[in-house]
């Protein structure tokens, strides 16, 4: 469905604005609706529930217009069609730390499993850790997802599973690592990775910023919180 068809526009703007009564009343008349593909804004095809959990995230009722959905027959593990990979909502969820949605697709049956994420073609955990979702990360975890990346044990801060998987872990393991370590703020596991050969000021291929760049950044959680605030007039005291 293209972006500008008057119904995907009706979807979209019901779910952005948590018009959970405008979401029954189209659903009734098209019960197919919730697992349509609407064409996004800069290519490729989302569903109803990748539009739930879209950059920046935290939509009013979030959590419950995707119970809603995946109450009408939405498809948890439905793809993003296009880019050259099959995101999941839960990948979208990952991408804007928005817990409480992520936390309403598992219960949905969302497949923390599953590949074709926007960060190494992995798992909504390579997205968490590698977009600084920290919330998110935390839940997936806890949740069972699998942390056999030395990377994702690193910025978690899971020093006994960062031991354990630096036993054949390569200097580039171990720098990403570290690089990762400081993103998350994590310095018992940077001590850990430094004293394993660590380049203090390793910059990797895919962003910017030294390690030390990293460790004092603003989180993507925080961020949005930030310029939610500063969207409705917030000002600091100087």
């Not at 798992?123 to 975890?141: E, K, Q, S, T």
């Not at 390690?211 to 917030?234: C, F, H, K, M, N």
């Amino acid at each position: 469905m293209r972006n500008d068809d008057p119904l995907a526009v009706a979807v979209a703007t019901a779910i952005r604005n948590g018009d959970l009564a405008t979401l029954e009343r189209l659903l009734a008349d098209d019960a197919e609706l919730a697992n349509v593909q609407i064409e996004g804004r800069r290519g490729g095809y989302r569903t109803p529930l990748h539009v739930a959990a879209d950059w920046p995230g935290y939509f009013p009722n979030g959590p419950a217009v995707v119970r809603w959905l995946l109450a009408n027959g939405a498809d948890p593990n439905g793809g993003a069609e296009g880019f050259g990979r099959q995101e999941t909502p839960l990948h979208w969820a990952a991408s804007s730390d928005d817990v409480d949605v992520a936390e309403a697709l598992v219960d949905g049956g969302a497949d923390i499993e599953a590949p074709g994420g926007s960060i190494a073609d992995g798992a909504p955990l390579d997205n968490a850790v590698g977009y600084g979702c920290w919330r998110v990360a935390r839940l997936l975890v806890q949740r069972g997802a699998r942390v056999d990346k030395l990377w994702h044990a690193a910025a978690l801060g899971m020093l006994g599973r960062t031991e354990k998987l630096l036993g054949d872990a390569s200097p580039l393991d171990i720098n990403n690592a570290f690089w990762q370590a400081c993103a998350g703020g994590q310095r018992r596991a940077a001590e850990l990775l430094l004293a394993h050969g660590a380049d203090l000021n390793w910059v990797p291929d895919y962003a910017k910023g030294t390690p030390l760049d990293q460790a004092g950044s603003i989180d993507t959680g925080r961020a949005a919180l930030v310029t939610w605030l500063q969207e409705r007039g917030a000002r600091p005291a100087s």
